[in-house]
């Protein structure tokens, strides 16, 4: 602990600061996390526990190190804030978050009941769900003191969200997939227009007719254009093929970029699955054939996979179940009745579309072929509507699965 707290702010530097000594700039949701800690220390404890959940590689950790610098530059003294990853403390000295929060009171000579309202203290943990019972010892740390803020993260969306003692006390935060405009912001520094984008969504979403929302568009076509004067064809297949996650930022070899994309994807498979599921390993081999199988083609029926991967009807919904809790694949549901949308099978959609760039490089397919720059635009189309009904209540897009029909359904 002493030592975490010592060496912090040098061991984060990779992820506040770039090669050039500038600062790397910060995601959109950051701001969110700023004004949370800013209310906290003001004196509003109604929020004082805030989890980041999502997958592996959308920049959490940069954001966890991004927002202990602002406190920091905020004059927080460094033994206030304390940065641990958990995957290292439970792999290193196998100590469990209850543990860690005892030798960080012994450090401090204080118990956090003792701590007064001038002695605001930030326990910040990376991967929190490498301790099975992390929200129980949360949960403890939050009810002992009202002047102790908790920000975790971790990639397991069920692991992060399951428990009842989480779900009661923490805001939950999920870490979407890099937008397009936010993807040029970070990577080249292209000022973001708000404003316009609201009015565009605004006019997509809640005209009254498509007469009406072409109308509202057409108005807007000089600032569309003027926006995009700054943006070639290659840059939106740069983004489809690699920008939707975040570490491609700051990446110019795209083969080393599919490299430590398909490491991830190893990973989640390897060691977040048997956290959601009891994924044997036999069947670990399985889900990486089942996503190889979802990147060539997303319109699968059960039967067909459960043929073609030689797996029970159980074992795979059991893989396509903590696929899905892993934020690795999600499910849209043939548009209908209730009894079309139990009956079909859904279209399973990858979070990131740079997961099925990625997969269908190593299997050898041209990333660069019209035929698949088409499947990944529909899949940046589908993530932009998955984010959109996170924010909009009652808010609900399907796919049309008529022959010929359209992408998607929004209701």
């Not at 690699?242 to 990973?267: C, E, H, K, P, Q």
């Amino acid at each position: 602990i002493q030592r975490s707290i010592s060496s912090a702010e040098e061991r984060l530097k990779r992820f506040v600061v770039g090669p050039d000594g500038e600062r790397y700039p910060k995601r959109f949701m950051f701001q969110g996390l700023a004004d949370k800690i800013d209310a906290f220390r003001a004196g509003d404890v109604s929020i004082r526990w805030m989890v980041l959940a999502g997958l592996r590689g959308m920049g959490k950790t940069t954001m966890l190190a991004q927002s202990y610098q602002y406190l920091l530059d905020s004059g927080v003294p460094r033994n206030r804030i304390l940065f641990l990853s958990v995957e290292d403390s439970i792999r290193k000295l196998n100590a469990s978050i209850d543990e860690l929060m005892t030798a960080y009171e012994k450090v401090i000579g204080r118990t956090l009941e003792s701590l007064g309202d001038d002695e605001k203290t930030f326990v910040f943990l990376d991967e929190a769900h490498y301790d099975p019972d992390w929200d129980g010892a949360l949960k403890s740390v939050y009810e002992r003191s009202n002047n102790v803020f908790i920000l975790v993260t971790g990639s397991s969306a069920l692991a992060l969200t399951r428990g009842p003692d989480a779900a009661r006390r923490a805001l939950v935060r999920h870490v979407p997939s890099l937008s397009f405009t936010e993807h040029l912001m970070l990577s080249r520094g292209t000022v973001v227009d708000g404003a316009l984008r609201t009015t565009m969504t605004d006019a997509m979403m809640y005209s009254a007719s498509a007469e009406e929302c072409y109308g509202r568009l057409n108005e807007l076509r000089p600032r569309i254009s003027e926006r995009m004067s700054n943006v070639d064809h290659f840059h939106l297949q740069e983004y489809l093929q690699t920008g939707t996650i975040a570490f491609s930022v700051g990446m110019n070899d795209r083969f080393a970029f599919y490299d430590l994309v398909a490491s991830t994807l190893d990973r989640i498979v390897s060691i977040d699955l048997p956290t959601v599921k009891n994924i044997t390993p036999v069947n670990q081999t399985k889900a990486m054939n089942l996503l190889t199988f979802m990147a060539l083609s997303d319109r699968m029926s059960l039967e067909s996979m459960t043929r073609n991967l030689d797996i029970s009807k159980t074992g795979l919904l059991d893989i396509l179940s903590a696929l899905e809790a892993s934020d690795v694949i999600y499910r849209v549901r043939p548009f209908g009745s209730e009894s079309t949308r139990m009956r079909k099978t859904p279209k399973y959609k990858f979070t990131a579309p740079a997961m099925r760039a990625t997969i269908l490089h190593k299997v050898g397919r041209s990333v660069g072929d019209p035929e698949v720059l088409g499947w990944l635009m529909e899949d940046a189309v589908s993530m932009y509507l998955r984010e959109m009904s996170r924010d909009r209540m009652g808010m609900r897009f399907d796919y049309d699965h008529d022959e010929g029909g359209a992408d998607f359904i929004v209701q």
